[in-house]
Structure formats: C-alpha cells, structure tokens
C-alpha cells in the first residue's frame, strides 16, 4: 500500500545495493518480470522493444533477451548508439546478442506487442525530437503496449504528461507504485498495473519512512470501527448535520443519511424553523432539531453527547454559515466542512485556519472539490503546474491545520503531518449531484465513532467509490447510503469480522 516517489524508490534501490545485492541482479528481475507480463499479455506474435539509454531501457534489455530465451520473435528499436549505454544499462544490451533496429517509427512494424523501455520514472522535461515522434507511432501503431515501470512521458511523482505519453495497456512497476500510477492524468495512460518483487528488501521502507499510501482497506484497517456485542448506540457517537433554508434542505439529508449508514448511533439534523415540517416529512431514522441561528446552535452543541458535526451541504455562502462554523469550532466538536462552508470563508481564508488552529486539537476535515479548492487556497491552485494534486493538498493541510481531501477521480487526503493517502477505485459515474453531500455525512459518522480525522476521511473516500461501484452505472446520490451495507459486509469479510 505505501506509494514511492521517484526520489524515494531511488532511495530504495540505493539502500538495497548497499546492502549487497547489484544493481545489476535489481535489472534482471525486473527485465524478467517484464518477460513475464509481456507472455501474459500476447501469446505468440512477434514483440518489439523500445529501449532507451538508461536503466529503463535496460530492463528492456532483459526482457528481450529472456523473452528471446523462451522462443519469442523479439527486435530492440535503441534510442542511441548501443556503445554509448553505460552502467547496468551496458551489461544488459550484452545479454541482446542480437542487433538492434533503428529508431525511427518504421522500425516498430506491425508487432503483436510493443514493450515500452523508453524512459523511466524520473522523466522531468517535456518530450522532444525523435522520441516524440516515436511515442506518436507507438500509439498509432494498433498493437498493445506493455510499460516498463511507467509509460514514457509521464512523471513518476506528478503524474504529468510531459508534452505527450505513450497509452499503454499495462504497466509492470517494481517495489511499490509512483504517485503516477495513481494521479491523473497518468493513471489513465498506464492501464492494469501490476507490482512485481525484484528482490528489494521490506526493510528499507523503515528507513525511508513513506508518508504515502494508497487508499486501500489495509492503510486504514486497524482504525475501522466496529460495533461491539455489548455496545449500543450511545456509544457510537451523535453526529449533527446543519440543514439550509427551506428552498434547499436535499444535501443536509443525504449528509445526514451518509452519517447514519456510516455507523454513527445517533444522527440529529439541525434545521431552520421554516423547513423543519419539510425536512421531518423526508426523514425517518433521522431526527430534526428546529435551530435557527448560532446562539440556539452553540446551546445544541452544550451538550456534549452530540460530538460531531458536518457543516456546509445547502447552507448558503454567507456570514450565516460562517458564524455555524466558528460556533462549532469554538464547541470543539469533531468536525466535516464542505461545500458552502468553504466558499463562504473564500473572502478571508486565514480567519477559518487560525479559527481550527485554535481548536484544541479537535479533528477537522475539509473536503473541496477542484473549484472550491482555489477559494481557500489560491496560491498552491492548479494554476502552478509544475505542483502535483498530493503536493498541493499537502500543503494545504499544513497551512490550515486540518486533514484536507481533495475530490475528485483520483481523491488525496492529506494531514497536517505530512500523511496522504490516494484513491483509485472511483468509478466515472460517481461524478453526479449530490454524492459529494454523501461523502461529507459518512465521514461525519465515522468522526463520531471516534475515529481519527486522516482515517475517516480515507474510509469514507475508499467506501464512497465502492459504493459507486456497487450501484453501478445510472447511480444517484441517493443510492450511495443504500449499497453502503454491502460494502461493509465485504470489508468484514476481508478483515475476518464475523456479523
């Protein structure tokens, strides 16, 4: 589950090698596991090999000369002389005791399987010349195409497109996966992704300390709540969710919802005087509180039983909404902020992140999307490209002092102290009205359980996109609280969870 940069899978292989095994025996394991995909993917047929200068293209290299070992019709297409490579790179184009192709696209012919070992994960400069030319081909070609670690012209740590990348089909890493593999948009260009084990020793990633992971059951798996036998439901949290005007209580409902199906014990929406019969009319297991202004909120919040909240779903970008904030952020209440809750501070963003700085320590989670991101964080926006989505929210839970979860197809959380976590399991038709209210009600019902803020926001983003998943094409936000309960019994089954 831990996910390396480029810098840091370096790292890796550096500590590895110290440690006494050869870059080279590194280079031979992953050529061979890229044998290995390349005979799961076409079985016969001849292949093609695009290797560049570096170990990238050494591992080509390998491949090539292992594939050639098991009867395949196999050719190199080499970027460069073959007497320039250097290092390991050199030794493996002497186990290709064949000649090598030039690089044009011609040379790629019509192949069963094209084997991309053009450039690496460390690409840092836009794609230029001949090996822009020859991505062009390698993607007009027809042929699948196997990537060697990642798809040429993608960085390994940002997931950009560095001026154009080769679509592959699969994508063979070594070790542990880039930030790439799941960031778009070079998630999109690298196809199935699978992992092989090259010989590096687990014990490297206790020096190296990830901070990274991907969004799966096992990064969160000992902060999952689960009801105990002798439990009840007072003691699995009560959460709040605070309802906007008559004319648009829908989002507070299905946050409400989302908190219940989460596993909060008790859910209470607080609602304005004037849509109270609307909003009692709709619920059933829900119930409704007649709050209309911060002061009947902040006497709500006196009682302590109620420990967490979601604020922001159809409330409104107004002082309104801000003064509901400030009042459960000064009640210490475990808290979720979405949608109108942070457009409303856009005008004056740092009087929202010293108001939770100042919080003593209560878990806050913020949850924008792409365009509400910039209205807190103008500064580390998409305008500066050169940043990564994980860079970007990083910084923006250390300049807020809260976990802040980016949406969208590939969502990262991220905490204060540097942990982030990115998902990959939202399928497209997640992106719908509605699903984000969802969301921000699930993650609610987890803080009320207890559950620490980085972890709820993770569960509550992997369980979002299963349930999507589980309802399947056509989804509305109201289906996501209905499959939650099939998602749950999956992960009980998973973890070994008897129900």
């Not at 690496?120 to 230029?128: E, F």
Request: one cysteine or more; proline letters at 6%; charged letters at 20%.
């Amino acid at each position: 589950m831990d996910v390396l940069t480029t810098t840091e899978m370096e790292r890796a292989d550096r500590l590895t090698i110290a440690a006494g095994t050869p870059g080279f025996a590194l280079m031979m394991s992953a050529g061979q596991a890229v044998a290995e995909a390349a005979m799961d993917l076409v079985e016969e047929g001849p292949i093609v090999v695009v290797a560049g200068r570096g170990n990238n293209g050494g591992d080509g290299f390998v491949a090539a000369a292992e594939l050639a070992a098991r009867g395949r019709e196999v050719s190199v297409v080499l970027l460069c002389e073959r007497d320039s490579l250097q290092g390991d790179a050199a030794l493996a184009a002497k186990g290709w005791k064949y000649p090598v192709l030039p690089f044009n696209p011609q040379a790629l012919g019509k192949p069963a399987l094209i084997i991309d070992a053009l450039f690496g994960a460390g690409l840092n400069r836009p794609v230029k010349g001949d090996p822009l030319e020859m991505i062009a081909a390698i993607n007009a070609n027809g042929a699948p195409v196997l990537a060697v670690d990642l798809p040429s012209g993608i960085n390994g740590t940002t997931g950009a497109v560095m001026g154009a990348s080769v679509q592959a089909t699969e994508t063979v890493t070594f070790f542990r996966k880039k930030p790439a593999h799941l960031l778009l948009p070079g998630r999109m260009q690298c196809g199935r992704v699978r992992v092989a084990d090259i010989g590096i020793d687990l014990t490297v990633l206790d020096e190296i300390k990830p901070l990274t992971a991907e969004n799966v059951p096992q990064a969160w798996r000992w902060s999952f709540p689960v009801p105990r036998i002798d439990g009840h439901k007072y003691a699995r949290g009560h959460a709040v969710v605070v309802s906007g005007d008559i004319a648009s209580t829908g989002a507070a409902r299905l946050a409400a919802r989302g908190a219940l199906r989460a596993g909060a014990g008790l859910v209470t929406l607080a609602s304005p005087r004037d849509a109270l019969a609307v909003n009692a009319a709709a619920l059933t297991a829900v119930m409704v509180r007649a709050v209309d202004n911060p002061i009947q909120f902040a006497e709500m919040l006196g009682d302590k039983r109620f420990n967490a909240c979601a604020i922001g779903p159809g409330m409104g970008v107004n002082a309104r909404t801000r003064d509901f904030v400030h009042t459960a952020l000064a009640a210490q209440r475990h808290l979720v902020l979405d949608a109108d809750a942070l457009t409303s501070f856009a005008a004056a963003p740092d009087r929202l992140f010293e108001a939770i700085k100042a919080s003593d320590g209560q878990q806050i989670v913020l949850t924008p999307h792409e365009g509400e991101f910039p209205r807190l964080f103008s500064d580390i926006s998409n305008k500066h490209p050169g940043r990564s989505k994980l860079e970007r929210v990083r910084a923006a839970a250390e300049r807020s002092g809260a976990v802040v979860l980016l949406k969208g197809a590939d969502s990262v959380v991220a905490s204060p102290d540097g942990r982030a976590t990115i998902a990959g399991n939202a399928p497209p038709w997640l992106a719908t009205a509605g699903a984000g209210d969802v969301l921000a009600g699930i993650i609610a019902g987890f803080l009320a359980q207890g559950v620490a803020a980085f972890e709820a926001a993770s569960i509550g983003v992997w369980m979002h996109g299963e349930a999507a998943s589980e309802a399947g094409p056509g989804l509305i936000a109201e289906d996501l609280t209905e499959v939650l309960p099939a998602v749950f019994r999956r992960l009980y089954d998973e973890f070994g969870i008897e129900y």
